[in-house]
């Protein structure tokens, strides 16, 4: 246990520390939300309009920011070797790298994505679920995101192939997490969507790891 | 505890070529073996092949007192010309981690630093230490977490006279103690050791 406290706890910090951490990913975001207005424009009711659904989508992107180097940098440098050669096994520790991930880019971002859709107008009674939206999502992002990055080892240019593998795996989060948000904000039950998000994470979390293992255990040989 | 190392018969193939065949070695408890050959002669893949990190094409892997899977999972240590270590931690931060994944203590990551005499650096993140000093930092964690099998790659290359005569003392001590060393090197080892020789 000893061993996995102190991998995610270098995890965070590594993470932490990743290209300039949270605070990049935050800036990234805030970038995103700040352009929607000025793309579609300042009018209060069109705004309010797609604000959930905007700071939802920008929420995905930037969760993609810093999922480059999450296995790349440790296959590099040899890292990766010494993980791998442990009484761990190979698919939980692909697992703590996720949630490390996670605890220093996913969670100060579902701290984000309620103020940000509130900035554009969506109603601030609807926080509380944007908040739970971007939990259980971020830890979608961050665990599906973990195979493509695994499945990219190797290979130039990385980042951009993790995007291309990620990105229709993000699909499904993105339409149940919009869904609640948008049945929430017409006064509909959302529940439906939420408990869809939640178990699309949970599945991300069970399989993930078993995919992110195979791909790193092929990627050393 | 792992008390013998054997190859029957080895193949490896990396990339459509094969890097060496039917090689054959027994080493037992308190034995070191220096692995010699050219360069591209097999020497990392044969040591990344007994980790089980690259696939074998024949032959057969057999660690004494130990199945497979826990001598790999707890048994050996691989130490390769890359170390791992992140430039942008500090040399404690990086040793002490290892140290506990290895399933060594913080104590013993300490004691580890003093025995190869990093105390003073360990405040200094990674990429300031030298060539040197970086492989000493690897190698502490030999010490810091004890196992049987060591799987050292060109352990001595960046070391200087004094620590590679030092490094041989830590090694005879490891051998004293029943353990195993399989060594790829291109000068000879600091302590008496078999010679196995890929082609």
Known sequence: MSRLSALLGRETALAWGRGGGPLVTLGFYAGVATL????????????????????????????????????????????????????APLELTCAVKCLGQWIATGAPLALAAPIAAVGLGASPALMPLIFACAIAGGLAFAFVGGVGAALSLGARRGGL?????????????????????????????????LALLAAYAAAAIALGPLAMAAACRNALA | MINSLSLRDLSVRRGGRVLFEALSLELGAGQACALIGPNGAGKTSLLRALAGLVPVEAGEIAFGGSDPESARGGGLHLVGHQDGLKPARTAWEELRFWSLWCGGSAEAARAAAEALQLGALLGFEVRRLSAGQRRRLALARLVAAPRPLWLLDEPLAPLDAGWRTRFGEIMAGHLAGGGLILAAVHDPLPIPAKTLELA
Do not use: H, K, M, Y
């Open chain 1, 161 to 193: 192939l993790t995007a291309v593998i990620v990105l229709p795996l993000f699909t499904p989060p993105v339409i149940f997490g919009g869904g609640a948000l948008s049945a929430a904000d017409s006064g509909l039950p959302w529940q439906a969507g």
């Open chain 1, 36 to 87: 929607v207005p000025l793309a579609i424009g300042p009018q209060s009711q069109r705004l309010a309009a797609v604000a959930t659904g905007f700071a939802w989508v920008a929420l995905a992107l930037a969760s993609l920011l810093s999922l480059e180097r999450l296995f790349e940098r440790d296959f590099e440098d040899g890292a990766l070797d010494l993980l791998a050669l442990s009484p």
